[in-house]
Every structure is written in C-alpha cells, then in structure tokens.
C-alpha cells in the first residue's frame, strides 16, 4: 500500500505560479499511474491533471490545459504539479492520488473512484 503526501500549496497572487509535490512512500511509485485533483469549498472533487505510471501520457482537464502541467520522478518517488498562470478560480485542496497499474486506467482517469489511494491534501489561494 502506497502513502501519498503533498506539499508545496500556500497563496500566490493571480498570475503566479506554484509546485505542487506529492511524496510517496511504501511503494515504489512506478507501480502506480498519479493523478492530481482539487476541492473548492462548497464543492465536488474534480480532476485536474494524470499521468501514466511510466510518465509516457498524461491527460488534463481543459480548465487547466496549456497551463499547468505534471511530471514524475520514480527514482525520488515524487509526483509534481506546476501551476502556472493561476488564477482566482484555482483556489482549492489540491490532492494526489495514486491508482495500480494495470486494469482499465487509461480508458477512466478523471474520476474520484479510479483512485484508490490519496494523500490528505494542500491548499492553494489565488488572490485577485
């Protein structure tokens, strides 16, 4: 079983930009395909960015696509998001999670139940 940590949220003024880490530990992250999501107060958890456990695809929501973007280490065990040209409407929990190889996750990847492991989350503020 994987842990997941992340790391790397606090306030940034619109336009800005910040990286997100998620640290894994128990397992080997190249086991697993990574996702990062987020939680806006009031509301659901939604997708935001995933990447295959090899590092060779990567899927984005369009709320985010051309600005943000993830990448992997396996060797330091370490998922990150970089987040650039942020904006008001990014503000949220942001958290990783982390779902085996294998199975039907390049076919459903944007969705809370095609993960089965997640880290406890890091709030990102974007000021207006």
């Known amino acids: 079983q994987v842990q997941l940590v992340e790391s790397g949220g606090g306030l940034v003024q619109a336009g800005g930009s910040l990286r997100l880490s998620c640290a894994a530990s128990?397992?080997?992250?190249?086991?697993?395909?990574m996702g990062w999501f987020r939680q806006a107060p009031g509301k659901e958890r939604e997708f935001v960015i995933a990447?295959?456990?090899?590092?060779?695809?990567?899927y984005y929501s369009d709320s985010v696509k051309g600005r943000f973007t993830i990448s992997r280490d396996n060797a330091k065990n370490t998922v990150y998001l970089q987040m650039n040209s942020l904006r008001p409407e990014d503000t949220a929990l942001y958290y990783c999670a982390a779902e085996s190889m294998g199975g039907s996750w390049y076919a459903r990847n944007r969705q809370v139940s095609d993960y089965t492991y997640w880290g406890q989350g890091t709030q990102v503020t974007v000021s207006s």
């Open positions: 990447i295959s456990g090899g590092g060779g695809s990567r």
């Open positions: 128990g397992r080997t992250l190249g086991s697993y395909h």
